[in-house]
């Protein structure tokens, strides 16, 4: 058990011990199989060799799952897309379909040798034509918002004043019509937040009348979607029954478009697709959902011609296009992801991991200790490092996934919890036994916050910490975890932007159901493929696979957890089914 140190201002979470009970009629779990891994061993490097014989030893992957790449550099960490598309992407599709493996194999390991970047081609003129267009949009999108802006305001001056701030936060960055479109969101949503909050200060009469006025205004600018949300949030006391009628017609075309939404997102690399997830968006969502999607769009196309991880690109391996294409929703993402939508599904990823590390020798004892601890169950400390952010904005939303995380885990396992919610770090002295960690943001620079117990699983939410796994002057955490003993961790091998990490409240509940291998966990739980985050460890390496120590019943009963179920056919027992879990 973990010291308690008052200088470290921390929080300490402990759950009382005791059994945790297997359900009758559950299955150990649709794990990952052997026969379903493919390992990928560069033929010009010998370390690739011996380390991938190693594993299929260890493991027990066929022969014939082993694929020898001819044509790559002997050990360099990026190459071009062009060396990607003929000698690592077409050569592995073609060696799968000679071996009649394209339906059998699940998931595609790489190991020394294989680089980890692919270098993007540049921007072509398509992009950049429709890049000025997108920025035509947004000027337009500006001058409505700041229409909107002043009805808002107009409406708002009619009712008793109110306590809500006023002062947006800076846009984040850009060219000029980016921050201004940045800038008009924000004072729309405190604009809208004010006129809401001042209506709802009204009587009731009064109310209904001033909402009255306000509902145009809404499914103008913020759409059904916009609007059925505002009223879920703040009540539907201000809604006379006159207006109930219209607000369950939105409601139902936001029910019957929102799976044309969601395929149009997983299909966006395709121009026309996305002009129809515009028009889509201005349907749904009004003006300030057209405007963030030419936001997200413009940061979308900006980035395509850019590096992405090899790791990531190879989970498209079998999409049309070839992959490359960069910034791909992942159509298996457990928050998108619905029965539905997976029947009609086509393009459908390979879960992808790697065999690497610092040395021949540290990667051979991650599959020893993976296979050793498998075996036994992984016992220790769950560790979440978050900063003592509160605020509205996205770093703020993911220091509140930590903080929700933590509380999860103490509430529905026999784990022991330390939750640290300052900007300082853990320190190593104060926190034995690490099982699961996640924390952030130490940038480029490892810090020896826990003291990692063999076997354990650990990622550390930065942008550059997988950009070398072979080089000894480079401080980024995922080399370092993997020398320490880590067996499975993350990393990007470039900017990722905070929304690509896997959500804490996703990852780690499902990897402690111990019905999953940590590659399941991260294909269900990363929001995007062909970008540029990459997983490291044994892909078939389940720590909690005989020692379950998260409550089946009670993870079932979100919604959300069971899509993992069913994607793997695990059976389901009846379970009252509550809200998902903040995420």
């Known amino acids: 058990m973990p010291q308690i140190s008052s200088g470290l201002r921390r929080i300490f979470l402990t759950f009382a011990a005791g059994g945790i009970g297997l359900m009758a009629g559950i299955s150990s779990a649709a794990s990952l199989t052997p026969q379903q891994v493919a390992v990928i ?31 790559l550099p002997h050990d360099a960490t990026q190459i071009p897309v062009d060396l990607y598309d003929i000698h690592v992407s077409a050569a592995i599709r073609r060696i799968l379909r000679e071996r009649h493996l394209k339906k059998t194999i699940r998931c595609l390991v790489t190991t020394w040798g294989i680089p980890l970047r692919v270098a993007g081609m540049g921007t072509s003129p398509q992009i950049t034509l429709e890049l000025q267009q997108i920025q035509q949009g947004l000027q337009s999108q500006v001058r409505q918002l700041t229409l909107g802006i002043a009805q808002l305001n107009a409406l708002a001056a009619t009712s008793p004043a109110s306590t809500l701030g006023t002062k947006p936060a800076p846009p984040v960055g850009g060219p000029p019509v980016t921050q201004a479109a940045q800038l008009a969101l924000q004072h729309f949503g405190q604009a809208l937040n004010n006129a809401v909050h001042r209506v709802g200060l009204l009587g009731p009469i009064r109310r209904q009348a001033a909402f009255a006025k306000l509902l145009p205004i809404l499914a103008r600018y ?45 299909l966006r690399y395709l121009e026309k697709n996305r002009l129809k997830l515009r028009e889509l968006q201005l349907k749904l969502f009004g003006v300030v959902g057209l405007t963030r999607q030419l936001l997200s769009d413009s940061i979308y196309l900006q980035q395509k011609p850019n590096s992405t991880a090899l790791d990531s690109d190879l989970m498209t391996l079998w999409y049309q296009p070839d992959a490359a294409m960069g910034m791909e929703s992942n159509p298996m993402y457990m928050p998108t992801w619905t029965r539905r939508l997976g029947r009609r599904q086509t393009r459908i990823p ?91 943001y130490s940038l480029e620079h490892y810090l020896p916050s826990c003291q990692w117990l063999p076997g354990s699983v650990a990622f550390h939410v930065a942008s550059f910490e997988l950009l070398s796994l072979h080089n000894p002057n480079y401080g980024g955490w995922c080399p370092h975890l993997l020398k320490h003993g880590v067996c ?57 696979e005989h020692h379950h120590v998260m409550r089946l019943r009670r993870l079932l009963k979100y919604p959300i957890f069971r899509r993992a179920f069913e994607e793997f056919k695990i059976p389901i027992p009846k379970v009252a089914t509550v809200k998902a879990p903040a995420h």
């Open 41 to 71: 061993i560069n033929g010009n490097n010998p370390n690739s060799w011996s380390i991938a014989r190693f594993y299929a030893r260890e493991r027990h992957i066929p022969k014939m799952n082993l694929i020898v790449l001819s044509g």
């Open 222 to 266: 913020i759409g059904p979607g916009g609007v059925s949300q505002t009223i879920h949030i703040h009540g539907s006391g201000a809604v006379a029954q006159k207006d109930h009628q219209t607000l369950a017609a939105m409601k139902k075309d936001v029910q019957k478009d929102m799976p044309a939404f969601i395929r149009l997102s997983q």
């Open 350 to 440: 390979l879960m992808v991991s790697r065999l690497d590390g610092t040395s021949p020798q540290m990667v051979r004892n991650m599959i020893l200790t993976s296979v050793r601890v498998q075996k036994t169950g992984l016992r220790g400390v769950a560790y979440f490092d978050a900063r003592g952010l509160h605020g509205q904005d996205p770093y703020s939303q993911y220091d509140r996934l930590l903080r929700h995380t933590a509380l999860f885990i103490l509430q529905n396992t026999s784990m022991p919890v330390a939750l640290q919610d300052t900007p300082a770090f853990f320190q190593s002295k104060n926190c034995p036994d690490e099982a699961i960690y996640c924390g952030w």
């Open 488 to 544: 499975g961790t993350l990393g990007a091998v470039a900017e990722p932007y905070l929304t690509a990490f896997p959500p804490p409240n996703l990852f780690f509940p499902l990897l402690l159901s111990g019905r999953f291998t940590q590659a399941q966990v991260y294909y269900l739980t990363c929001p995007l493929v062909d970008w540029r985050i990459a997983y490291v460890g044994d892909p078939l390496y389940n720590p909690f």
